[in-house]
């Protein structure tokens, strides 16, 4: 089988991010890491690799600046067997649209010398920007189904049956090759990298396309744009009630939540 997971590099979700004086978030100094919703991707598609045990291969692909190469390195440690990068140093004005159409056509390029791929696994949104289309769009755009926020994937005769996430907990959908899905949280955490792999990933070559070379400026350029942004407001300190007793201190929140309007 033919796996290929579209990765992001995005600044690291665990360091709180502030705005700067110019409107626009500060994360130079925040270090660059895969999408945590991608290692999820990744992850699944190993694991289902493993479960095979046919000589699959999975391809890791990212649209990226140069340094999204040590990003693509650590997939190389942790189940990607091929890597490559598209490289997006050029290009500051695309959208989730735009990025879905650099990638069907790398998607494309890459079938000519690798084959079609069977599968095809995205994070169900990046961490950055939480906008969960560009896997939604890549499957449209290459005439493929698509099933999202799945949790759980499993091949049988030629076909996919996939676990998708509800509020109400998961329904099993069945969708025929080749396909996109987008990955949420599963019930398992990403594999760490041994030295071993490590080292080997440090010898694997990164392939690299050029964006200019896989689509006009016209398809990609940002066909929505954004207005600004602003960081959440914060919380305001709580009330703290402490009567003589619990009874009197129930009923004193009781007083302030009717007076407040809120019961």
């Known amino acids: ?111 000519e010398e690798k084959g079609k791929f069977d599968l095809i696994f995205t994070g169900k949104e990046a961490t950055d920007a939480a906008l969960g289309q560009t896997g939604i769009y890549l499957a449209a755009k290459l005439g493929t189904a698509v099933i999202t926020n799945i949790i759980d994937v499993k091949v049988e005769d030629g076909s996919i049956e996939a676990k998708h996430e509800t509020e109400e907990g998961y329904r099993v959908i069945e969708a025929a090759m080749p396909a996109v899905l987008t990955v949420t949280k599963p019930e398992y955490d990403p594999r760490y990298p041994t030295i071993k792999n490590k080292m080997a990933a440090r010898r694997k070559q990164i392939d690299e396309m050029n964006i200019s070379e896989l689509s006009a400026l016209d398809e990609i350029t940002a066909k929505i744009k954004k207005a600004a942004e602003y960081e959440p407001p914060k919380r305001s300190a709580g009330i703290k009630i402490k009567e003589e007793s619990d009874e009197e201190s129930a009923l004193k929140a009781i007083q302030m939540m009717v007076e407040a309007k809120v019961l």
Do not use: W
């Not at 190993?46 to 999975?58: A, Q, V």
């Not at 693509?72 to 091929?82: E, Q």
């Not at 500051?92 to 494309?108: F, P, Q």
């Open 1 to 111: 089988m033919n796996i290929l997971v579209c990765i992001k590099q995005v600044p690291d979700d665990s360091v709180e991010v502030s705005m700067g004086k110019d409107g626009k978030p500060e994360i130079d100094g925040i270090t660059p890491v895969v999408n945590a919703f991608d290692t999820y991707a990744l992850e699944m598609a190993t694991r289902l690799k493993e479960s095979l045990n046919d000589g699959s291969e999975i391809t890791a692909l990212c649209v990226g600046p140069e340094s999204a190469k040590n990003s693509l390195k650590n997939c190389l440690a942790v189940g990607a067997d091929h890597a490559y990068l598209v490289n997006d140093e050029s290009i500051d004005d695309i959208d989730s649209i735009g990025i879905a159409e650099v990638l069907k056509n790398a998607v494309e390029k890459l079938a």
